[in-house]
């Protein structure tokens, strides 16, 4: 053996005689999500797989894009409005810088996603709202895209599949927003009295005037598990009625208790139940 080999540095730990390095599971170096239900950290990788569904059943919140790409066909959305977004019609104190940090923030123009897709190789038309973006509120812009929709699925015979999850209408926008009730119901009106089916999914939390206009207007109202659906908020309602609510008061299992939905589907199972409605209507269409 040469000499200099003696006076040569170690390249790695088995030329230093010790111990190989530890090398840490990929999943140890990954940002993780505490389930408010069981307490259960997941690494965000493995919610994505599983359509961000702790394994206690409680389903995370999850964005429009999302959504949408678990919910249709590959490859089968196509956008429609994508370029309509809200203004500070009222000169609401801070609108305008929060929609702009929102927009930023969210990566999307408005609270809803419209477009055309197919489910289970039935078209349909779509709508999915984002949490992410002031948590779905109701605006001018979000009431306006849903109208157009139900336009567009009457004139092209297309059933319509609504995603919901809204605090309610956008206080920013005041009576403007609260006109968008009466403007969706009509043409979601409109859409049925052409014989054509609207499938609603709530997802948590659906609240205030979306859950008073178009999330209870569809023909099958499906909601995810656990959601909250309601009108007024919990805290409100026992401040008013001077009473202690039941457990689970506004949850969906008690909602379909009460007969106000009509089934509650988990997340992994909701394409094949969508794609089941939507080929026995075009069945008997």
């Given at each position: 053996?040469?000499?200099?080999?003696?006076?040569?540095?170690?390249?790695?730990?088995?030329?230093?005689?010790?111990?190989?390095?530890?090398?840490?599971?990929?999943?140890?170096?990954?940002?993780?999500?505490?389930?408010?239900?069981?307490?259960?950290?997941?690494?965000?990788?493995?919610?994505?797989?599983?359509?961000?569904?702790?394994?206690?059943?409680?389903?995370?919140?999850m964005?429009?894009?999302?959504?949408?790409?678990?919910?249709?066909?590959?490859?089968?959305?196509?956008?429609?409005?994508?370029?309509m977004?809200?203004?500070?019609?009222?000169?609401?104190?801070?609108?305008?810088?929060?929609?702009?940090?929102?927009?930023?923030?969210?990566?999307?123009?408005?609270?809803?996603?419209?477009?055309?897709?197919?489910?289970g190789?039935?078209?349909?038309?779509?709508?999915?709202?984002?949490?992410?973006?002031?948590?779905?509120?109701?605006?001018?812009?979000?009431?306006?895209?849903?109208?157009?929709?139900?336009?567009?699925?009457?004139?092209?015979?297309?059933?319509?599949?609504?995603?919901?999850?809204?605090?309610?209408?956008?206080?920013?926008?005041?009576?403007?927003?609260?006109?968008?009730m009466?403007?969706?119901?009509?043409?979601?009106?409109?859409?049925?009295?052409?014989?054509?089916?609207?499938?609603?999914?709530?997802t948590?939390?659906?609240?205030?005037?979306?859950?008073?206009?178009?999330?209870?207007?569809?023909?099958v109202?499906?909601?995810?598990?656990?959601?909250?659906?309601?009108?007024?908020?919990?805290?409100?309602?026992?401040?008013?009625?001077?009473?202690?609510?039941?457990?689970?008061?506004?949850?969906?299992?008690?909602?379909?208790?009460?007969?106000?939905?009509?089934?509650?589907?988990?997340?992994?199972?909701?394409?094949?139940?969508?794609?089941?409605?939507?080929?026995?209507?075009r069945?008997?269409?």
């Open positions: 053996m040469a000499l200099d080999a003696f006076f040569k540095k170690p390249r790695n730990e088995l030329e230093k005689g010790g111990r190989p390095p530890v090398v840490r599971a990929e999943t140890e170096y990954e940002m993780s999500e505490k389930c408010p239900e069981c307490g259960t950290e997941t690494p965000l990788s493995l919610l994505w797989e599983n359509l961000h569904v702790c394994r206690c059943g409680h389903c995370f919140r964005n429009s894009r999302q959504r949408i790409r678990f919910l249709t066909d590959k490859d089968s959305f196509t956008e429609l409005w994508g370029d977004e809200s203004v500070d019609l009222l000169n609401f104190p801070g609108y305008k810088n929060k929609l702009e940090s929102i927009r930023a923030q969210a990566r999307e123009k408005e609270a809803v996603i419209c477009g055309e897709a197919s489910v190789g039935v078209p349909c038309a779509l709508f999915v709202m984002e949490p992410y973006f002031m948590m779905g509120s109701m605006g001018t812009v979000v009431g306006e895209k849903i109208t157009k929709l139900f336009e567009y699925a009457a004139e092209k015979r297309l059933p319509v599949i609504g995603c919901t999850v809204s605090g309610g209408a956008r206080m920013q926008e005041g009576i403007l927003s609260l006109m968008q009466a403007k969706t119901s009509g043409a979601i009106k409109r859409h049925s009295d052409c014989g054509l089916l609207y499938i609603t999914v709530i948590d939390p659906t609240t205030g005037g979306v859950t008073a206009s178009f999330a209870m207007e569809g023909d109202i499906i909601a995810e598990p656990g959601a909250t659906i309601g009108f007024a908020g919990a805290r409100l309602v026992e401040q008013t009625v001077r009473k202690k609510l039941p457990a689970g008061f506004q949850k969906a299992e008690t909602t379909l208790e009460h007969g106000f939905i009509d089934m509650i589907v988990p997340r992994s199972e909701q394409r094949r139940i969508i794609g089941t409605l939507l080929a026995m209507h069945a008997h269409a």
